[in-house]
């Protein structure tokens, strides 16, 4: 069992807003400190060593230092060569002052006005620049949690952060997680431990997805391969939609007062009468404190603002940094005219002791606030490219938190700081983000939601057939779509009262048998309709009355005869009719009555043959009849000019009729497991065929003509090896060449 005591905790200790830093955050702290160092150790070498040591230049000509005076001869040609050139510039006559040293107040003298007037203001001010801008770091760094209108904000956010963390709820859910490992069914993540159980819900199943599925049938999941509930939980992305605009799927929360999950989540143990009353009043304030923080985006804008200063104030930096690198020289010329008649000099040779130290310090400065501005570009690509005004648990976490929502401004942009300094503190929050419901109550907020289009519901609604935990659907006027998970007795009258707008309604009622379906009538606009596991034995007449009625799905039910086809002729619109996974043994003539029907698939039945007016549907496009007991097949399927995809694989079909090959369209067929001993060579006549699938039949060699289908490459060719390398080379290499 995971002790509390192990567990990093909010103290009086502890800086307040530690946790709302992340990596680089605290680097850039860091990096502050260091460029602190930097400028105080700078500003101590000016205080401690000489600034400036400068010497009188005794011989000056041209603004130059010269070691002697220049000969008199050479003075006199270049007057000879230049009458008109000033003699005095050229070599200036003994000064009338001291011809040998100055005094040492005039040294000093002279060494600081050279210093302030010669010396370039760079090395000069080097260590107030240093000191101003970390102070002007450090103050950006820290301005979002004084200002005003943020400062109590994140003193809020911290308080109630805290309180759930040290929460008994969440406590024993993390206790209770640790000590069942990967028990109880945790699915697919159910080793990753915390993070995959945090929020107990009852029945959330996740549906395994088959990455290679077989090719002899395209639908061999006992499930349905579109869950009734994405693993995206209550308000996450999944693959129909998202809040408001698209949908939204919403997890029925387990009951804290019992403190027990059901389902494949492990149990929590149960609380004591204070701990859930505490638990309450922590889950209504933290609904408060969100509501409020998701009006706002002052402390998003202000993390921006000073980010961008950041970075602005790095590119200044580097800007003039670097051109003024080389100007820190050890050798200063200084030319003073001006005290010429206090030295008897006016040109002097210069020292900066300095210069050696402050090019170092100078260099590391820049390399620091380089680093710095890369750290700040970094969090600014962060919050460009991340999605910082709603953040979502789905997304960041691949399933932990599933059922939390996703949340928006501000609250989002402080949830994510805190999952970015660490993912733990975020995931104990979040067990209470989630609406706190009874078992058979929808939140009050889902009325709100006036725009959604698609709901997904799983868990227990409750034994009251009036179904009161619904009522909010009623408000729900631009509802399309509604997939329920559940155990059902009847279809809940919400449900029907939704009325034309309801375009697609998917049921999985978990095996348990739905008895009442007259109320199916009611929905006039239903063009999908999913019963699935229902416990269905006939085909509910009620049906009959979908006129805009597109796709009919009754997988997984108890369907021994489809007598009741004859009347589906009266849904005109309906092109997809799945029957997959029950036991029905024949199909009725009246089958060949569905005109406009596309797709047929009866995998996983108990079919011995099909009757040819089966084949009179020639729109079929998609004919599945695999995993069934056929032991042959009807001329008459060359009447299916439009079909594109057949699956006969796991029959008993030892050969096939001419007539299939003349299905020009032909793309797929799927033949495997079957008792066929030879193929015929008019395979070759499938100019579209695509996908081949041979395997687990007792054929002796495939055909030459196979080089005659020129979509078919050897990757779709399912045989056996040794059967392929029957094949002569040739034809190998043609069907290999775009392997």
């Not at 101590?44 to 009188?56: A, G, R, S, Y």
């Amino acid at each position: 069992m995971l002790a509390v005591t192990e567990l990093l905790y909010f103290s009086e200790s502890r800086p307040a807003y530690r946790v709302l830093k992340p990596w680089w955050d605290v680097c850039t702290e860091q990096l502050a400190l260091a460029l602190l160092f930097i400028a105080v150790f700078s500003g101590t070498l000016q205080v401690t060593q000489d600034k400036m040591i400068c010497l009188p230049c005794l011989h000056a000509c041209n603004c130059s230092c010269l070691a002697s005076p220049p000969p008199c001869p050479a003075i006199s040609r270049m007057t000879n060569h230049s009458p008109g050139h000033n003699l005095s510039a050229l070599c200036p006559k003994p000064s009338p002052g001291l011809q040998t040293s100055l005094d040492r107040h005039q040294y000093f003298y002279v060494d600081s006005v050279c210093y302030e007037r010669q010396l370039h203001w760079f090395p000069k001010y080097f260590p107030y620049l240093v000191l101003l801008h970390t102070l002007l770091f450090m103050l950006c760094s820290t301005f979002w949690f004084r200002y005003p209108k943020t400062c109590s904000k994140i003193e809020h956010f911290v308080t109630v952060l805290a309180k759930c963390f040290d929460s008994p709820w969440t406590n024993r859910a993390l206790s209770e997680t640790v000590e069942g490992g990967t028990g109880a069914g945790s699915g697919p993540q159910g080793s990753k431990g915390v993070s995959d159980t945090l929020r107990p819900t009852p029945n959330l199943e996740r549906t395994p997805r088959r990455t290679n599925p077989q090719p002899s049938s395209l639908y061999d999941d006992p499930e349905s391969q579109t869950p009734m509930l994405g693993p995206g939980g209550s308000g996450g992305t999944t693959d129909h939609g998202t809040v408001a605009e698209c949908g939204v799927s919403f997890v029925n929360t387990g009951n804290l007062s019992s403190g027990r999950t059901t389902g494949g989540r492990g149990e929590v143990g149960s609380l004591d009468k204070k701990e859930t009353e505490q638990a309450k009043a922590l889950f209504e304030k933290v609904r408060k404190f969100r509501a409020h923080m998701e009006d706002s985006d002052t402390i998003l804008r202000l993390y921006a603002l000073q980010t961008f200063f950041k970075v602005a104030e790095f590119l200044a930096i580097e800007a003039y940094s670097l051109r003024c690198l080389s100007k820190i020289t050890f050798d200063v010329p200084c030319s003073l005219p001006s005290i010429e008649k206090l030295t008897g000099y006016s040109l002097f040779c210069c020292a900066h002791p300095l210069s050696t130290l402050l090019t170092i310090l100078a260099s590391s400065y820049l390399i620091l606030v380089g680093i710095y501005g890369a750290v700040c570009v970094y969090a600014l690509v962060w919050m460009l490219r991340s999605q910082l005004r709603q953040y979502s648990f789905t997304r960041e976490h691949g399933g932990a938190c599933s059922d939390v929502p996703d949340v928006k401004n501000d609250f989002a942009f402080v949830l994510h700081l805190v999952d970015q300094y660490d993912p733990l503190y975020a995931q104990r929050f979040a067990i209470f983000l989630s609406e706190f419901t009874e078992p058979q109550e929808l939140p009050l907020w889902l009325s709100s939601l006036k725009n959604l289009q698609e709901l997904h519901l799983t868990g227990s609604l409750g034994d009251d057939p009036r179904m009161p935990a619904l009522d909010a659907l009623r408000e729900l006027k631009h509802l399309s779509c509604l997939r329920i998970k559940s155990s059902l007795g009847k279809i809940p009258q919400v449900v029907s009262d939704l009325g034309p707008q309801l375009q697609t309604l998917c049921l999985n009622n978990e095996g348990s048998k739905l008895l009442v379906l007259s109320s199916l009538k009611r929905l006039s606009g239903l063009t999908e309709l999913q019963l699935v596991r229902c416990d269905l034995q006939r085909i509910p007449h009620a049906i009959f009355s979908l006129s805009s009625l597109q796709s009919l799905d009754l997988k997984d039910n108890n369907l021994q005869t489809v007598e009741e086809l004859i009347s589906f002729q009266h849904l005109h619109r309906l092109t997809s009719l799945k029957l997959w996974y029950n036991n029905i043994s024949y199909l009725p003539v009246q089958i060949g009555m569905l005109s406009a029907l596309e797709q047929l698939i009866l995998t996983r039945n108990q079919l011995c043959s099909v009757p040819n007016q089966l084949f009179l549907c020639r729109r079929l496009r998609l004919l599945d009849l695999s995993h069934n007991l056929l032991t042959h097949l009807p001329q008459d399927i060359v009447k299916l000019s439009s079909l594109q995809h057949l699956a006969l694989s796991g029959n008993k079909l030892e050969a096939l009729p001419e007539e299939l090959f003349s299905c020009q369209r032909l793309r797929v067929l799927n033949l495997g497991h079957n008792a066929l001993p030879y193929l015929s060579p008019r395979v070759g006549q499938l100019q579209c065929l695509s996908q081949l699938e041979l395997r687990g039949n007792p054929l002796g060699a495939l055909p030459a003509t196979l080089s005659n289908c020129p979509c078919l490459r050897r990757a779709n060719l399912v045989v056996e090896p040794a059967l392929y390398c029957s094949l002569p080379a040739t034809i190998q290499e043609q069907l290999e060449r775009h392997t």
